[in-house]
């Protein structure tokens, strides 16, 4: 397509950032350690889907709002850090409810939605499409759009496709290391409790 240029250096800068750890790729960590491998594979196609809605927003210009208004900025961000901060509460509990939750595998599309949630109220993820992406399009082109969207398919597939082995490895780890006992879900509750707090304390780039 004539309005991308330096495809190349895309895919590896967009590579490299997919590898870089960050809340998604930490949620899909935790669900795995929490919930096992299935469980982290959902939420990384979760977060996936919600990198999707990202880029159709931003190809329509609500991401442009969010990004310009304080207010829509804080209550995505406010939004998000609650369901954060939920998520980690509850696997905080989740132990003193016995053994019969404990050991119940939750229910695919509850996984992936939560995944979905992660990423959506995230507005930093908006930022970042909007910020990133243009930076490889020809704005005199009149596909732009079109070419937004492409970069920004490439970019969630490339990202989906990590977070998957990222959760097929953590995985792997739970059954060899903790095999879901409780401390792990104490620990992973504490990361997103963590993560949430971090949302809601930062600030606008």
């Keep these: 397509m004539e309005a991308i240029h330096d495809l190349p250096i895309f895919i590896v800068a967009g590579l490299l950032l997919n590898l870089t750890p960050g809340p998604d790729m930490l949620y899909v960590v935790g669900t795995s350690t929490a919930k096992g491998t299935r469980a982290g594979l959902l939420a990384a196609l979760g977060i996936g889907g919600g990198c999707l809605v990202h880029v159709a927003l931003a190809a329509i210009g609500l991401s442009a709002f969010i990004a310009a208004s304080p207010w829509a900025f804080d209550l995505v961000k406010y939004l998000g850090a609650g369901y954060l901060v939920y998520a980690g509460v509850a696997l905080l509990r989740r132990r003193r409810a016995g053994s019969a939750v404990d050991t119940a595998v939750p229910p695919a599309e ?4 939560q995944g979905l949630l992660v990423n959506v109220l995230n507005p ?10 243009p930076q490889f399009i020809d704005a005199s082109s009149p596909g732009k759009t079109a070419a937004f969207v492409l970069l920004g398919l490439w970019f969630t597939l490339s990202g989906t496709l990590v977070n998957a082995a990222v959760a097929w490895g953590a995985g792997w780890l739970r059954r060899r290391v903790a095999a879901g006992g409780g401390w792990l879900d ?3 509750g504490g990361l997103f409790i963590a993560l949430g707090v971090r949302l809601a304390i930062s600030g606008r780039p």
Excluded: I, M
């Excluded at 509850?110 to 939605?113: A, C, E, K």
């Design 186 to 188: 104490k620990v992973v």
């Design 110 to 113: 509850r996984v992936f939605l």
């Design 124 to 133: 930093k993820v908006a930022l970042f499409f909007l910020a990133f992406l």
